[in-house]
């Protein structure tokens, strides 16, 4: 295993496609993994179904510390691209609400084929390999394993990110990336689910759903909400998760893109005003969120009791008191500094040789399949000139 041109630490979803990218080139590629199968978190992905990637994709579906930064890799590598290796597999993806792509032989055939091509290209796998640590010097970069001592011009740090460990997450990447001088923002678990704290006033609603809009100060977020026994879960609460930070109040629309005074003027005035809800919404949740109002009729309310209404059901603050936490997070926010790499070759501009990609760089996708298709577009640009 001597004479690589490149080490990738990684065989994830952004690791095995950068493999199979230089491989194809005739680089001589060595994939070092401390997980005895590759891929495990795309084996995860999308409750099994992977979904993979999204048609709709533009750089407004990330958070990322330095703007227009994802843009390259993803004009280079979209949806089509992503739905062509697979193709090359014989997997397939269809599409469903908002673009997001699956795959229909289920994720752990996409993990399985992701591996595949790495190897059919030529790369080199090590897995279940405990990674010590990596030096550098004039001629490249050394890395210190269980298996032995590598060494290549090339290393490619594609650790994923810190959440999720049951999948083999840790938080080597940053360490590696830290000990080589590159900035590492702060981090912190995202999209999942918000705790609310002892006294919770919906807990009793556990498993009541409906669609709704959630905002904070750093953005909005539409979708699926599910209440649950500590909190809020759900596509549009893992969504928010991305912008809300700890302290900061979020606003819940019950009724996004309902006119609620139209459908109080809708009625006569005889309907409970928790019944008119109830129309929109799920019977017990309407009465929980209307409170004491709920009783009235819809023509004894006032013009302050509207206005309160009004605030209750489309402008509800929620003070949520956390995250569920590292485990439950389905990815982490933050990471490798962007503005410390080159957003073409995802190479470390002060460190020549080191290329930092996926999830353990600052680019934190929305829900919907923007994750992996980072994984794969930063994988490519770096596999394309490792
Ligand atoms: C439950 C779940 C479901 C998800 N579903 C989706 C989805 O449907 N769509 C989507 O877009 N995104 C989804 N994501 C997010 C997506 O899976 C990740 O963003 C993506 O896999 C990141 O790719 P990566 O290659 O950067 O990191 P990873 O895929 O995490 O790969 C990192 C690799 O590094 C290895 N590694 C880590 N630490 C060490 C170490 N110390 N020594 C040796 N090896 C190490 C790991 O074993 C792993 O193989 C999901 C995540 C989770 C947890």
């Not at 702060?186 to 009793?204: H, I, K, N, Q």
């Not at 009791?305 to 569920?324: D, F, N, S, V, Y």
């Not at 990471?335 to 410390?340: E, L, N, R, S």
Request: proline share 3%.
């Amino acid at each position: 295993m001597g004479d690589n041109d490149a080490i990738i630490l990684g065989a994830g979803a952004a690791g095995l496609v950068c493999a199979q990218a230089a491989a194809s080139r005739g680089r001589r590629v060595l994939v070092l993994d401390h997980g005895k199968v590759a891929g495990r978190k795309v084996r995860l992905s999308g409750g099994g179904r992977c979904n993979a990637a999204n048609r709709l994709a533009t750089e407004a579906d990330y958070v990322c510390g330095t703007p227009h930064f994802v843009r390259s890799a993803l004009a280079r590598f979209g949806p089509a691209d992503v739905e062509a290796l697979f193709a090359a597999g014989g997997l397939t993806l269809h599409e469903e609400e908002g673009g997001k792509l699956f795959c229909d032989q289920g994720a752990a055939e996409a993990a399985r084929w992701l591996e595949r091509a790495a190897r059919e290209a030529g790369a080199q796998l090590v897995l279940g390999c405990r990674i010590r640590g990596m030096e550098r010097d004039g001629g490249g970069f050394t890395v210190f394993t269980d298996a032995g001592m590598f060494s290549a011009p090339r290393l490619v740090l594609a650790l994923g990110g810190r959440s999720w460990a049951s999948a083999g997450a840790t938080s080597l990447g940053y360490e590696l990336a830290r000990s080589q001088g590159l900035g590492v923002t702060s981090l912190a678990p995202g999209l999942v689910p918000l705790v609310m704290g002892r006294g919770w006033e919906w807990a009793g609603l556990s498993g009541v759903s409906c669609r709704a809009r959630l905002a904070c100060a750093g953005g909005s977020a539409f979708g699926d909400l599910l209440v649950t026994h500590a909190g809020l879960s759900g596509p549009a609460a893992l969504d928010i998760s991305l912008f809300w930070d700890k302290g900061q109040a979020l606003a819940l629309d019950l009724l996004p893109g309902t006119d609620l005074d139209g459908l109080l003027r809708s009625e006569l005035g005889k309907s409970k005003v928790r019944n008119l809800l109830a129309k929109a919404l799920p019977e017990r949740l309407a009465a929980a969120a209307c409170g004491d109002l709920g009783e009235l009729r819809v023509g004894d309310l006032s013009k302050e009791r509207r206005a309160e209404l009004r605030r209750r059901i489309t402008a509800r603050e929620l003070h949520p008191r956390g995250t569920a936490g590292w485990t439950a997070a389905e990815v982490t926010r933050g990471g490798v500094d962007c503005a410390g790499i080159s957003s073409k070759t995802m190479e470390a501009r002060a460190v020549p040789g080191l290329h930092v990609v996926g999830e353990l760089l600052d680019v934190t996708g929305r829900l919907g399949g923007f994750n992996l298709l980072w994984a794969f577009a930063s994988g490519r640009a770096a596999g394309e000139v490792i």
